[in-house]
């Protein structure tokens, strides 16, 4: 028999050999990366799916009103645990309270994709894409979703607690229009600042006045890039879905972040 040939790799044969590993690690990166990150929004989804169970869970328990912000006072922000959406369903007995309290993002009210910003912050002093541990109340956030801002958020509070003269109230589920175009809650930075219910989660005032507001004001420097060029949605009816960063149609985008409560040639929130 002959022996075995054992002559070691030459340093160029090596060389070739880990270039072509880097290469292929090269070629596959991107395409791992996009996994994880699809799967992160699929993730999501599924929080805003459970996230509508809870919501629906509410409403038909509590003769139809929804788990929307509220304020203390006619026409104010507060900062009162009770004014975040996440809360109040963990009140009512839908979430368990003790997960909201331990300071974790392993809640469905955080989005898998939390702190994995794809574009740098418009805004950093008072919009973050990572949760924190304290804000200027010592607070901690309860999620990165935000809402619409005259669908569930702090625009309808207001004009709701100033037209009744009483803090604290809501729509009920029925006096919403098209439930399956409105947004109730939506992917969003976490502000800063704590002194409104802000402070505890993302942003409470999204709403479509025109695309160049969108994209300088309103919504992208509180918009989160964690999905890349689209954010994930919860629609009032309780399904799922994505929407361009930067917004569809005109149509489209008034009909789901309404810049009215009511009257407003159909683009409102109520009927």
Known sequence: MRPRDLRNF???ELLVVIAIIAILAGMLLPALNQARDKAKSGGCMSNFKQIGTLVALYTGDHAGYVPAVTFKAPGAQDTSDF???FWKLAEAGYYDMKKLEQKTEKTIFFCPATGSEKAAIQDPANWRGEAYTENERGKW????YGVAGFVFGGSIASELSDV???AGSVAKIEQYMEPSLKVAFCDSLMSYDGRTCNG???NIAFAWWGRSDWLTGNG???MSTRHGDRFNVLFLDGHAGSVPRFGSTDDEMKRMFPPAVRNNNGYQALK
């Open 10 to 12: 030459t340093l160029i």
């Open 83 to 85: 004014s975040v959406p």
């Open 141 to 144: 956030v309860f999620g990165s």
């Open 164 to 166: 009744s003269g009483k």
């Open 200 to 202: 505890r989660m993302g």
């Open 220 to 222: 992208v420097p509180r």
